[in-house]
């Protein structure tokens, strides 16, 4: 398995210079360290230095400059697993707590959203300044989690606290974290690659629940938002593919950048939007939505009546379409990758094991919304990626649009480009 990605940046101070030794512990640890820099930890140490001993070119600045490849700056806050800042300045402490995105490093502080460790050091007399304080706590506040600096000499030549901590508690900071990330491998050395994946891919996704109607003003219905499968056709068109999707009644708006955007509303339609989908070309089709397995036999015009339905009510239900195995499988194109969901309330990894040999799927992503923490909509959520061999990738807490680009990342990454896997 690929090593868990970890985002390096150093910021300008002196201890900019024991920041290479972090990168070398870090290595060492069984990390793949990707380094971005301001221009001031620039003047302290040479980005060739951190680029040798990281083995990844070295973000520099938000334009590429001086790069053989232009570097996608969001994707290497996307691809790595946890952040670290070491060390940290008041300068970078205090737009980090303004949400302020002037240069690479800040830049890559807004768009990353796993967790972040910050190690400061700076002269004493910036430490206690309230406004650094009130930055720290801003910080804290919002789960960044910070490596206190040690007291000791400063380049200033005072005896003081604000001097860096130990590489190695930074490490251990880093580690800890690692521990509870979503992993996010990166095969190649190479972030930008593993977006490339999906550059031109034909993406069809399907999300939300369907509605079954009974009568003219009631139906059967779950409680699907759309919010995972939203997240990934955004996700997967941001990324460059061609992405159609398919949406139950949601209250979710079509996302940026889709080519379709087809609103159904019950299993029938959504196996026919399917299928107009699949036969207009596709590479991957990721049945997110929460597809109503019953529907009414009858659907009455108008809308029934207590008094002709009487004290108790049996109604009458037929199975709808299994749009995965009565849709897709039977004329399902060859190099079509097709992706199920498996939404379950215990034994979770066994089900939706099962699922995917039951269903043709090449890959299941599993979930329980009544584990702790997760649950339907919004929030922290939690997913597994199984494929025919087991399980893939545990997403570990994090958020739906979190967990959509972790997918997307580690699909690119067992399937490759040249469709290999
Ligand atoms: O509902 P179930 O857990 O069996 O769903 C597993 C997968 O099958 C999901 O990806 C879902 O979108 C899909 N499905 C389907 N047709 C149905 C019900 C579910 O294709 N009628």
């Known amino acids: 398995m690929a090593a868990p990605a970890v985002l390096q940046m150093v910021t300008g101070g002196i201890a900019a210079y024991k920041a290479c030794w972090l990168t070398r512990l ?6 793949s360290v990707r380094v971005a820099m301001t221009a001031a930890a620039q003047r302290f140490v040479s980005p060739l230095t951190f680029r040798v001993l990281s083995q990844h070119p070295v ?17 290497y806050a996307r691809g790595c697993a ?58 804290r506040q919002r789960g960044v989690i910070v490596v206190e600096p040690a007291e000791g000499f400063l380049a200033c030549g005072t005896h003081a606290e604000g001097r860096l901590a130990a590489p190695e508690a930074i490490l251990a900071a880093v ?14 050395g190479s972030v930008a690659a593993v977006a490339d994946r999906w550059a031109g891919q034909r993406v069809v996704v399907t999300a939300g629940p369907t509605h079954e109607p009974i009568d003219a003003v009631r139906y059967i219905a779950n409680r699907s938002t759309g919010v995972f499968g939203f997240a990934i056709a955004a996700d997967a068109a941001a990324r460059g593919a061609r992405v159609t999707l398919i949406a139950g009644p949601t209250a979710l708006d079509a996302p940026a950048g889709v080519e379709g955007f087809v609103r159904v509303r019950t299993a029938e339609q959504l196996a026919a939007a399917v299928r107009e989908a699949l036969a207009a070309g596709a590479d991957w089709l990721f049945m997110a939505a929460a597809v109503a397995d019953y529907a009414p036999e009858q659907v009455e015009m108008g809308k029934l009546r207590k008094e002709s339905l009487g004290t108790s009510w049996n109604l009458a239900l037929r199975r709808t379409p299994d749009i995965l195995g009565d849709v897709v499988n039977p004329d399902r194109k060859e190099g079509l990758r097709v992706v199920g969901f498996a ?28 584990a702790p923490g997760a649950g339907f909509g919004d929030g922290v959520h939690r997913a597994w ?12 807490p994090s958020s739906k649009r979190a967990i959509a680009c972790g997918l997307l990342d580690r699909l690119a990454a067992l399937t490759g480009k040249d469709g290999a896997a």
């Open 26 to 31: 870090l290595v060492q640890a069984g990390f």
């Open 59 to 75: 973000a520099t600045d938000l334009w590429g400059e001086g790069q053989t490849q232009p570097l996608d700056h969001i994707e």
């Open 82 to 139: 946890v952040a670290v800042v070491a060390p940290a300045t008041a300068n970078i402490l205090a737009k980090a707590a303004a949400g302020l995105a002037d240069d690479i490093v800040s830049t890559l502080l807004l768009a990353y959203e796993g967790p972040l460790i910050v190690a400061p050091a700076m002269n004493d007399a910036m430490l206690r300044h309230p406004a650094t304080r009130a930055n720290l706590a801003c910080l």
């Open 175 to 188: 580690e800890a974290a690692a521990r509870t990330a979503p992993v996010r491998p990166v095969p190649d």
């Open 343 to 370: 939404l379950e309330t215990g034994e979770v990894l066994e089900r939706a094991a099962k699922k995917l040999k039951a269903k043709g799927m090449d890959f299941v992503v599993a979930n329980d919304p009544t």
């Open 385 to 396: 990626l199984l494929g025919p061999a087991g399980q893939l990738w545990d997403s570990g």
